[in-house]
């Protein structure tokens, strides 16, 4: 089984504040693929970064960085100093490596960025 | 475009009829699904496909149906509509291996009154 889990519902924070949100994530597998969406007031989904289970090494993009640990199952998410823009809901998704498996997503959390 | 198309993206429906909503991609992906997605709740998968021909169940698989008869299209069916499958639905493909991001559709935003 797999499962992901967003425990914050809600954050919010003022302009130029940094926040993590955070993932948590379950499987059996040892081939095992991350990822962050973002899904703004307009609806759509966007892809933020994949990760695959054997690169613990931490990624940054501009102001988004992500932290994942095996150790802890968890990928995080770091949006440092927000902007209005990034008010959206995001969320975190897992799909184990072996062959017919669900892409299982975590219940999002919404953030909100006031100026 | 390259990506994932639905259709349609709005619909209303009284309760009892039926409807397919298409799902297609021009990717070459194996992996296709279809998510629903509840006011202020997540993407929960309602059934997904792992190559032509083949179909499994999710996790809310209830009141719909799925075919896979070409590679390109998935293709979810609601055979007798209820108020509570109101919601908006997403479609998404995925390429062998998960060497990619997941890809969406736009969303099908479905009323049922």
């Known amino acids: 089984a797999q499962k992901v889990t967003q425990a914050q519902t809600e954050i919010s924070v003022v302009e130029k504040e940094d926040v993590t949100l955070d993932c948590v994530y379950e499987t059996r597998d040892t081939t095992y693929y991350l990822f962050w969406y973002k899904q703004p007031p307009s609806g759509e989904l966007v892809f933020l970064i994949r990760r695959n289970s054997f690169d613990e090494q931490n990624e940054i993009s501009g102001r988004y960085s992500w932290n994942f640990q095996k150790s802890t199952s968890s990928f995080n998410f770091t949006i440092t100093a927000s902007q209005v823009v990034d008010s959206a809901v995001y969320f975190c998704a897992l799909i184990q490596g072996r062959a017919g498996n669900m892409l299982t997503f975590g219940g999002g959390t919404r953030l909100m960025v006031k100026p | 475009n390259a990506g994932v198309t639905q259709t349609p993206k709005f619909r209303v429906l009284k309760t009892g009829q039926s409807m397919t909503l298409l799902c297609a991609q021009d990717?070459?992906?194996?992996?296709m699904y279809w998510y629903r997605q509840d006011p202020g709740m997540g993407l929960r998968l309602i059934h997904y496909s792992v190559g032509e021909g083949t179909t499994a169940k999710g996790e809310v698989p209830d009141g719909y149906n799925v075919s896979r008869l070409k590679k390109q299209n998935f293709l979810l069916g609601l055979e007798s509509a209820a108020p509570s499958q109101t919601s908006v639905y997403f479609c998404?493909?995925?390429?062998?291996?998960?060497?990619?991001?997941?890809?969406f559709g736009q969303g099908t935003r479905l009323t049922v009154v």
């Open positions: 998404a493909s995925t390429g062998q291996g998960f060497d990619t991001e997941a890809f």
């Open positions: 990717m070459n992906h194996e992996y």
